[in-house]
Nanobody
Framework: QVQLVESGGGLVQAGGSLRLSCAVS????????MGWFRQAPGKEREFVAA????????NYGDSVKGRFTISRDNAKNTVFLQMNSLKPEDTAVYFC??????????????????WGQGTQVTVSS
């Protein structure tokens, strides 16, 4: 069974930075494309970023391009989300997710098989 555990969320002022981590256990980490999604109260869960199995390809949601960076360390079974220039509208629960399909990275939520419980990010104005 694959387990994903996020950490690094918290309260930050607008313009600040946070780094989220997601530790993955249970299977070979490099088998998975990894993604980050977020969900604000009353809104759909939305795509934030994805990284391919060996980190060669990345993709970002339009609202975070140029501010967020996704990366992974396959030796540590961990994926990261560096978030800079945070805005109040970035406030949400952030989830990491694993895609075992062995296909190119995707923004499609339904393609991800495994999910963490989420970590809260709150950006004050």
């Amino acid at each position: 069974q694959v387990q994903l555990v996020e950490s690094g969320g918290g309260l930050v002022q607008a313009g600040g930075s946070l780094r989220l981590s997601c530790a993955v256990s249970g299977r070979t980490f490099s088998m998975y494309n990894m993604g980050w999604f977020r969900q604000a109260p009353g809104k759909e869960r939305e795509f934030v970023a994805a990284v391919s199995r060996f980190g060669l390809n990345t993709n970002y949601g339009d609202s975070v391009k140029g501010r967020f960076t996704i990366s992974r360390d396959n030796a540590k079974n961990t994926v990261f989300l560096q978030m800079n220039s945070l805005k109040p509208e970035d406030t949400a629960v952030y989830f990491c997710a694993a895609d075992s399909s062995m296909r190119p990275i995707t923004t499609t939520r339904e393609r991800y098989d495994y999910w963490g419980q989420g970590t809260q990010v709150t950006v004050s104005s």
